[in-house]
């Protein structure tokens, strides 16, 4: 949309390198802003009022502009007063000592050089990586967009192929993926897709989404989805899950099988530049149908020992951890997420809300018939946070809680602890219910190498959680300590744990091996649960 300006002229002009406004000249965007400061550039330029500087220019101490300045892919040096804003596109601007801006300072595509002795009143807007041109066009000057257009069609991960996972429940499974999209039609629309092949239940899982932009930080979408979910997965990152039960069982998630059909939009805060510490923030809404179905055990292959039981097996066919209340449900969601990441390292949390309406959900126990009274109303909160410090120690933390406020929980939305990556004294996926409580604390000290590339560290963790119901929270803990060897984000440790266990005669000490990543290990992702 033209946006028709017209620069007003500076009443004198100073000799000392101060050049001539651009006088009845024309400046405009050429299209619609696409961020918030392109916004502001567009009010600029509707509010008008202001002198155009399209060269190199020196504002000396003592002199003084009596408006606001529009600087045009030229440098300006700044150690005199301007009366108004200033507004820098695609040039580079230098603030001395003595510089006085007595308005709103915005640089777009272009250098911003400030000094800890000039004067800003108003807000400083600092975004070099606006992709803003200048352009001369019909005796004014065109402000462009220099975005690349998006590719019509993407693959996921490498050429379509993620990384294969493994588990109890389905084996070896093969994920693939891709996204397809129209930039020039209207509201940008988008219809990702991926399915995963699953050789030993002879089975496709698959996923839909598509997706329209309602701007530039809300999007609105449809999905459906038939896939293996579970609500474990704050544990650890699927690739670890997968790894650590191929080789040992070591399985630490329920799984269930989830269909779902459904709307969501999100609402994204603005994306800042990468070398600000600025927060992110997304809220997202959905509304949908459900169908859950449990499985029958099946054993999979492992290196190395056998898959251990689950504490609480009672029948033969079925693994209770892997039971679920058959049939669908109604559900609303809402989710919120925050996160702040800076060089000495980073914070987030989130909040998610579920409502449950029941629809045709049931479940025969044995002696005691179907039940099916499983309206609910669920809440999710998680904390993450790591901390640096000069001297490369490390301090670690992170929590989790779930509850069901009201109503009765189906057993598809109950979670589980036990294990390595929560309590490793307790026996693996030995606690499971409709509420959750965990937290842990961790201190790392760096005994040899680099504290950014790698090194040997020696930790020392506390844990502590339980599960339960209405009926009360049966509460746990453990100490653990070791070494543990660092590259990059990954580490590897070698520990020995003590603290509660389910056994009466277990002493609750044990060591342990086990695989942890600094960044992903204990991931904020909301909105769960599902």
Request: no cysteine; aromatic share 8%; hydrophobic share 40%.
């Amino acid at each position: 949309m033209k946006r028709l300006v017209l620069a007003v002229a500076l009443a004198a002009a100073p000799a000392a390198g101060l050049p001539a406004p651009g006088s009845g000249q024309e400046v405009w965007l050429a299209e619609e802003p696409r961020s918030e400061a392109q916004a502001a550039l567009a009010a600029f330029l509707d509010a008008g009022g202001f002198a155009v500087w399209t060269r190199d220019t020196v504002l000396a101490r003592g002199d003084t502009v009596p408006g606001a300045v529009l600087l045009l892919e030229g440098t300006a040096r700044i150690a005199g007063r301007i009366e108004g804003d200033l507004y820098v596109v695609d040039g580079d601007l230098f603030l001395r000592s003595g510089a006085s801006i007595a308005g709103d300072v915005l640089v777009l595509g272009g250098g911003f050089y400030d000094s800890d002795v000039a004067e800003v009143e108003g807000a400083v807007t600092y975004r070099p990586s606006e992709p803003l041109r200048v352009r001369p066009a019909r005796g004014g000057f065109e402000i462009i967009s220099e975005v690349e257009p998006e590719p019509a069609f993407e693959f996921d991960g490498t050429y379509g192929f993620h990384l294969p996972t493994y588990d109890r429940v389905n084996g070896l499974a093969f994920p693939v993926g891709a996204l397809a999209r129209l930039s020039a039609a209207p509201a940008r629309p988008e219809l990702a897709a991926g399915m995963t092949w699953i050789p030993a239940r002879e089975d496709v899982d698959y996923r839909l989404h598509n997706s329209w932009h309602l701007g530039e930080r809300v999007r609105l979408g449809l999905f459906a989805t038939s896939a293996v979910v579970s609500n474990e997965e704050w544990i650890r990152p699927t690739w670890y899950n997968s790894l650590a039960h191929f080789v040992a069982g070591d399985d630490v998630r329920s799984h269930y099988d989830s269909r779902e059909i459904g709307l969501e939009v999100e609402w994204r805060s603005p994306e800042p530049p990468v070398w600000e510490d600025a927060p992110r923030w997304r809220v997202v809404a959905a509304l949908g149908r459900e169908e859950a179905a449990d499985f029958l055990v099946r054993q999979v292959t492992i290196l190395f020992g056998d898959e251990p039981p689950g504490p609480l097996r009672s029948l033969p066919d079925y693994d209770p951890h892997l039971q679920v209340a058959d049939g669908s449900l109604w559900f609303g969601r809402l989710g919120f997420e925050w996160e702040s990441q800076g060089r000495d390292g980073h914070t987030a949390m989130g909040l998610g809300v579920e409502v449950g309406l029941e629809d045709e959900l049931s479940r025969v126990v044995a002696g005691i018939g179907p039940i099916s009274e499983y309206d609910f109303l669920l809440v999710e909160g998680r904390f993450s946070a790591r901390r640096v410090t000069a001297s490369g120690h490390a301090v670690e933390a992170f929590g989790i809680g779930r509850l069901d406020v009201t109503g009765r929980l189906p057993t598809q939305r109950h979670s589980m602890i036990g294990g390595i990556g929560t309590l490793p004294t307790m026996p693996l996926r030995g606690l499971r219910d409709a509420r959750l409580v965990y937290a842990e604390a961790a201190y790392g000290i760096p005994l040899v190498g680099d504290v950014a590339l790698g090194g040997l560290d020696a930790f020392a963790r506390g844990s502590g959680g339980g599960v339960g119901s209405e009926n009360g929270l049966r509460l746990y803990g453990s100490i653990q300590g070791g070494l543990a060897l660092r590259m990059w984000d990954f580490k590897l440790e070698f520990g020995v744990a003590a603290g509660s266990t389910l056994e009466p005669d277990d002493p609750g000490l044990i060591g342990f091996i086990d695989v942890r990543t600094r960044k992903s290990h204990r991931p904020t992702r909301m909105p769960p649960p599902r």
